[in-house]
């Protein structure tokens, strides 16, 4: 298992950006426990309907806010009030805002006592949340598309995959990854190009799909280091594909996948939901097949890069700004902003550059 510093990507451990920690329809079950970037996490929803992410362990004895299922102020509905939470152990109650404002047994509360509360927001059914090694503000807004909120697209229920035993670094390759499509995924394109805009990767490529007799022209973009989506025509079907990887730790990645697909009829029909469930579950075929290498090959620390392979070293470059001081960003922005291309790729055509209307907006 190779870890950033093996890939050269530091100072930082893990990236900033924003990031998948759960789908927002796991928390109806109650408070979650998850471990991102190396940590422990305690993740809720406030009776107000408001997403609280905390550092995971109590202050007074370090338990764990949202790993128990057995004390009895969680079998009884008691730990959130409001929009704080309860320690599972002695009671403690910490806000929103991490602070402690309550103890049950003792008064007045130290109130300078406080858990580190992290920025999450809920995106198109997901729970996402702001990482950053230096602890800074969102440098940029999450992605969200249009048709999430249009009435006719049928909202994904996202695959949870394994956590690779593979960096993030290997799945971002796949951007420049032109030769790849051919063997990987019998889609090889006609044409192909990378462009990069500050914090965004873009790929657009496409070919004719002798197989199935149609065109296939996918968009295809992260937002971050964490959050791909990819926009496909083939022939007349489009669909919205989400790519979400999180660090769990070092050299080891939490993967979703999900897909939104227009249905027939408003309100949609069983049938409806069935078929966009199949559209999900072809996109996820697809993909296993990406999945299935990450899972199996050794770590490309160096690659054989080639003349008519992808840009891998400048999606390389683009990718270590998240793993770079702050500071540094721009440097990275003004060397790399713009397109790339690859002798015998010829550039995409108008018509797939009007595809996009406003999806880096
Ligand atoms: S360990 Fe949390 S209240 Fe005691
Ligand atoms: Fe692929």
Known sequence: MAKASDYNLGPHTFPRGWFVVAESSELDAGPLAVRFFGQDFALYRGDSGRLVMLDAYCAHMGTHLTA????????????????????PYHGWRYGPDGHLNDIPYHDPCPKTVALKSYAVREVMGCVMMWHDPEGAPA?????????????????????????????????????????????????????????????????????FQKAYDAFLATTTWYTGPGLLLSKQEFGRVLTYELIANTPVDDGVTQVWHGALTRAQNVPHTEADIAAAGQVQAGALRAFSADFEVWRNKRPAIRIMQLHKDGPFRTVRQWYAQFYDERAKIGQYHARLNGRHHIPGFERPGDQHMAMEGGLFA
């Open 139 to 207: 440098l940029f807004e999450p992605p969200l598309l249009q048709e999430w909120d249009d009435p006719a697209w049928v909202h994904w229920r996202l695959d949870h995959l394994d956590a690779l035993q593979v960096h993030g670094q290997e799945l971002m390759d796949n951007m420049a990854d032109v030769q790849h499509l051919g063997p990987t995924h019998g889609a090889p394109c006609e044409y192909f190009e990378n462009e990069f805009i500050d914090h965004i990767c873009i790929q657009r490529q496409g070919g």
């Open 68 to 87: 128990s299922r057995s004390a009895i102020i969680v079998v009884d509905g008691k730990q959130i009030e409001g929009d704080s939470i309860r320690c």
